[in-house]
């Protein structure tokens, strides 16, 4: 799956910005930052909120957020398909993903930077997508870790059978999906490799062969 990140887009035309995807990818990516778990603040729910009415593309929504307890549900009843928190946020991660479930999204859990993935692999049943972070969560734009995919590999390794997407964040463009994709990510979020480029559909459409072809060296 890709997934591009609207941070890198025009701001000022978020739904074209998103439209202008729309054949080519899976989910938009939609990055809130609260100015308190990162220092960056972005958009939040009344963004979201329209979006939601603006593109049919789903909604994939990464909140770099103090507290998601408080805060995630409003954006599973907002229609975001997928809602992921950080780990770092909360001390009940199981119980706000089974919240998010019954509000009707999916949930996700991520993994920044500086937090080991193995104390979390208890939680994966509870979860749809396990975001791992390739770089500190807070800006576009950064260097790729590759260091990181590591932990996507510790976890796929620990998923075994089950369902859950690993997606990786930060840095993935032309050169470094393929070894994310190798690693075991199966959905990749894309900021400046896709709204940086010229034609960013087709970046999409690339990107996507590229991922395609690490995962089949898995
Ligand atoms: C950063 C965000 C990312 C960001 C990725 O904390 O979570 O989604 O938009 O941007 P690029 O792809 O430019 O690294
Ligand atoms: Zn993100």
């Known amino acids: 799956?890709?997934?591009?990140?609207?941070?890198?887009?025009?701001?000022?035309?978020?739904?074209?910005?998103?439209?202008?995807?729309?054949?080519?990818?899976d989910w938009l990516h939609v990055d809130v930052m609260d100015n308190h778990f990162v220092p960056n603040?972005?958009?939040?729910?009344?963004?979201?909120?329209?979006?939601r009415k603006a593109t049919s593309v789903p909604l994939d929504c990464h909140l770099m957020i103090d507290n998601p307890d408080r805060w995630?549900?409003?954006?599973?009843?907002?229609?975001?398909?997928?809602v992921t928190?950080?780990?770092?946020?909360?001390?009940?991660?199981?119980?706000?993903a089974r919240r998010l479930r019954a509000a009707g999204s999916l949930a996700g859990l991520a993994i920044d930077r500086d937090t080991r993935v193995e104390p979390y692999l208890e939680f994966l049943p509870e979860f749809d997508t396990l975001l791992i972070m390739t770089i500190k969560a807070g800006f576009g734009g950064q260097s790729f870790i590759p260091?990181?995919?590591?932990?996507v590999r510790t976890a796929r390794a620990a998923?075994?059978?089950l369902a859950i997407r690993i997606e990786v964040d930060g840095g993935i463009n032309a050169d470094t999906i393929e070894a994310a994709a190798q690693a075991g990510a199966d959905a990749f979020v894309a900021g400046t490799a896709i709204y940086g480029a010229d034609d960013p559909?087709?970046?999409?459409?690339?990107?996507?062969?590229?991922?395609q072809a690490g995962a089949s060296r898995r």
């Open 1 to 25: 799956m890709i997934a591009p990140s609207l941070l890198a887009s025009d701001f000022a035309y978020l739904a074209d910005e998103a439209n202008r995807v729309a054949e080519a990818v």
């Open 85 to 96: 928190f950080h780990a770092e946020a909360t001390d009940d991660p199981a119980a706000l």
């Open 72 to 82: 995630a549900i409003g954006y599973a009843e907002a229609g975001a398909r997928n």
């Open 41 to 51: 603040l972005t958009i939040g729910l009344p963004v979201v909120e329209a979006l």
């Open 201 to 211: 559909a087709d970046a999409a459409h690339r990107l996507r062969a590229r991922a």
């Open 159 to 161: 998923a075994g059978d």
């Open 147 to 151: 260091e990181l995919l590591d932990k």
